[in-house]
């Protein structure tokens, strides 16, 4: 059967750094505050100027860089995002032109937080058909474009960023041994809409909008969904939890992360954890997270990693890959 490898992993961070003691000159608010809820001590926020298209550019550069690719290479680009350049066309368009890509398959995947997993498990399909050869996943978002900078509950919480990975077919066995994407479990549910949405778009308001949150709402369906997600990937995979080398979670808040893998029995020292500096990248933080612990050499061939996410919709996922 064919597999979904990934052979090749990428991130970039835009240059402006935006500290908590930034933040509290703007709203009523305290790094003290920031860290303790959250764990977060700083975010990325994108000049004016660059978009979400130029970052997951950058991305995707180191990504086919490290998988020893050319953009000639790449038949299928799929960008989750929330955070678009334009309301079309979409950014995997753009970043096939930015990229010089040929002529291919290139599309956006809008599941917010969850995009990069929905976006891996989209392209499987496409892999496992032999329609794709070499492709691209990416997350890129600027969050902070989203913001209201005078709502503090949500502000703080934010970055922007990109991570990519380039995706190529693999033969496997059917087993959990084999290389690649093993199994994942994706969900949705629209009635919980009102927890977590943006205000605006373009045939509703005819605007951009500003992101709305009832964060202690979205905190408690996390932890049980994001569990349950979990335990659905690893079955499907046929795999244990306990056999995971690297937990690799959406970077929304360190107590999210705390109380998933408290939940679901992962050891601490195995969770991949970049909010303290990234803050939530939403569909960007899941890969920017997985380039980090490939670069400091913490992730290595071999390893069986899984990743989750859960953002609004609400829609949540997990995935199980072996690299
Ligand atoms: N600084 C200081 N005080 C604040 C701030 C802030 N930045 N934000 C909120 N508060 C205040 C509130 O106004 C409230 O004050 P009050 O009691 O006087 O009314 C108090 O803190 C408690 O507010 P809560 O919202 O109950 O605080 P909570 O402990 O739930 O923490 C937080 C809020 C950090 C947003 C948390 O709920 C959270 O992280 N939720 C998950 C949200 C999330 O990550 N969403 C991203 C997308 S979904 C996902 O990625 C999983």
Known sequence: MLRSVVTGVGGYLPTEVVTND????????????????????????????????DLAVEAAKQALQRAGRSPSEIDLIVVATTTADLTFPAVATMVQRK?????????????????????LAVVDGFVARGQAKCALV?????????????????????????????????????????????????????????????DGGPSSTGTVGKLRMQGNQVFRHAVVNISEAILLAAKAAGVEVADIDWFIPHQANQRILEGVARRVGIDEKRVISTVADHANTSAASIPLAWAEGVADGRIKPGDLLLIEAMGGGLTWGAAVIRL
Do not use: N
């Not at 990229?99 to 976006?119: E, K, M, R, T």
């Not at 990109?162 to 009635?191: H, I, K, M, N, W």
């Open 138 to 198: 990416i997350g890129a978002e600027t969050m902070t474009r989203l913001m209201d900078w005078t709502d503090r509950g949500t502000c703080v919480l934010f970055g922007d960023g990109a991570g990519a990975v380039v995706v190529e077919p693999g033969e496997g066995q059917g087993t959990p041994a084999d290389r690649g994407l093993l199994g994942f479990s994706l969900r949705a549910d629209g009635a919980k809409q009102d927890l977590l949405y943006v």
């Open 22 to 53: 930034d933040l509290a000159k703007v709203v009523d608010t305290s790094d003290e505050w920031i860290r303790e809820r959250t764990g977060i001590r700083r975010r990325y926020r994108a000049p004016e100027g660059v978009s979400t298209s």
């Open 99 to 119: 990229l010089g890509c040929p002529v291919g398959i290139a599309f956006d995947v809008q599941a917010v937080c969850s995009g990069f997993v929905y976006a």
